[in-house]
């Protein structure tokens, strides 16, 4: 009779440690999926803010005709870095982990904006409709964005760097300049 009762209890203690298992295995696949979760929404998150800025900096491109120092007067916050040519420079913009403008401390940034703008002759902009027979004149004035993810660097961006690896949206426009 004793051996009958040790053959149910460690059969019981196996039943329970393949719960155990199975239980341990369950939770640690939520927890992943939780985190998975987690991190998609807050590349969501930034994609969006990404747009939002993005938008923001072209529609004030176009409202000020590509002119730097208007587009400067619209972003107190923001930085002005000009060539000698006084239409070609950047316009550049830090954000703190909130999306909030950061001016003047800048090792709280964790997202950076970049407009670039430089003027060209329209007929080097515009080389494509060069193909259907069209001769332009004037000038052109292009834009390059670039929102950027600061919080794998301990510095930021001068320009726009040519690898998309801290890129979270980039996006080009102009503005046609007529004689």
Excluded at 55 to 63: A, C, D, H, P, R
Excluded at 147 to 155: N, V
């Amino acid at each position: 009779m004793n051996r009958q009762e040790h053959s149910k209890t460690s059969l019981f203690l196996m039943e329970i440690i393949i719960a155990i298992l199975f239980f341990s295995l369950s939770s640690a696949i939520c927890l992943r999926l939780f985190v998975s979760a987690h991190l998609l929404s807050e590349k969501d998150e930034n994609l969006n803010n990404a747009l939002m800025w993005s938008q923001n900096l072209t529609e004030s491109f176009t409202g000020c005709d590509g002119r730097l120092l208007m587009i400067k007067n619209l972003y107190p916050a923001s930085y002005l870095t000009q060539s000698d040519n006084e239409s070609d420079g950047s316009i550049i913009l830090y954000f703190d982990d909130e999306w909030n403008t950061v001016d003047d401390e800048l090792h709280q940034a964790a997202y950076e904006a970049i407009l670039y703008v430089k003027k060209e002759p329209a007929s080097e902009a515009y080389k494509d409709v060069n193909n259907y027979g069209i001769t332009l004149t004037g000038d052109s004035i292009t834009g390059n964005i670039a929102i950027l993810d600061l919080r794998k660097r301990t510095e930021g961006f001068d320009t726009i760097p040519d690898d998309d690896e801290f890129i979270i949206f980039r996006n080009r426009i102009d503005h046609y300049c007529m004689d």
